[in-house]
């Protein structure tokens, strides 16, 4: 559904940059098959090299809406009463305790999926928490200053153990080859105690076949350090395109 479908009758300024909402299946993590409304946000305080929603991060685009808005989509054009808010970073906005406030008066079950950088206190029923390693990193011939801004905020534990501390989580990171690994291993202990199952490891890339390939080494992985594989079955439903 176009956002443009819900013009605000407020007099206030709307100042939530939306991407998009749409109804779908959850693809990754815990809950992966629930129907849920997904609201995504627009606008990113890192660059990750591998990002597959540019259109919110190195490029953002979306409308700006009211809290108001948001809830009216969500409650009066789809039916899902699980609500997966996300980007970009959805950490970002001020206006985001309101929202999942509104949402949660609602009877909405909220999971907020993030990079565990910025931290602000809401209620979230599933804290998703996708922490960058240095293979999100992109080349300066790239991203030019945003090589040094990405590499000095994608680290930020401190963050993740409140998080964690307030939450039900997962951890999800992105694991592109095998020596990934360590850099997991040294993070978790940047964080612990961790429940070890609610840490799962996810194959980077979007095609079917290279998450194939990746998975072959990642599941035995994943068994060996007592992990959860954690698959992106929604580019395996639907391919990797937008509103899915």
């Given amino acids: 559904m176009a956002l443009q479908d819900n013009p605000s009758s407020s007099p206030e300024q709307p ?3 939306i991407s998009e909402i749409y109804q779908s299946r959850q693809g990754e993590g815990s809950l992966t098959g629930t129907e849920s409304v997904f609201i995504r946000t627009s606008g990113c305080n890192l660059r990750c090299d591998f990002c597959d929603t540019p259109f919110t991060s190195w ?7 009211l809290v108001s808005q948001i809830v009216d989509l969500v409650l009066h054009k789809h039916s899902a009463d699980h609500v997966v808010i996300t980007g970009g970073e959805p950490m970002l906005p001020k206006e985001m305790p309101d929202l999942c406030a509104a949402l949660s008066q609602a009877g909405q079950h909220i999971t907020i999926e993030t990079a565990g950088t910025i931290f602000q206190e809401l209620h979230c029923d599933l804290m998703s928490i996708s922490p960058k390693l240095s293979n999100s990193t ?3 011939s790239r991203a030019g200053e945003w090589t040094r801004r990405h590499e000095a905020t994608r680290f ?8 964690i501390d307030r939450h039900d989580y997962q951890l999800k990171f992105v694991i592109d080859q095998p020596a990934d690994i360590d850099s997991i291993i040294d993070y978790l202990e940047h964080v612990q105690p961790i429940a070890s199952e609610k840490v799962m490891l996810m194959p980077q890339g979007v095609e079917l076949q290279t998450l194939a390939e990746k998975a072959k080494w990642i599941e035995p992985m994943c068994r060996e350090h007592g992990f959860t594989y954690c698959p992106r079955r929604h580019i395996e439903w639907y391919g990797n395109k937008r509103g899915t």
Avoid: C, H, N, T
């Fill in 156 to 163: 930020r534990p401190e963050i993740v153990r409140r998080l």
């Fill in 59 to 65: 490029s953002p685009e979306g409308q700006k809406m």
């Fill in 138 to 140: 992109p080349p300066e």
């Fill in 15 to 17: 100042d939530m940059l």
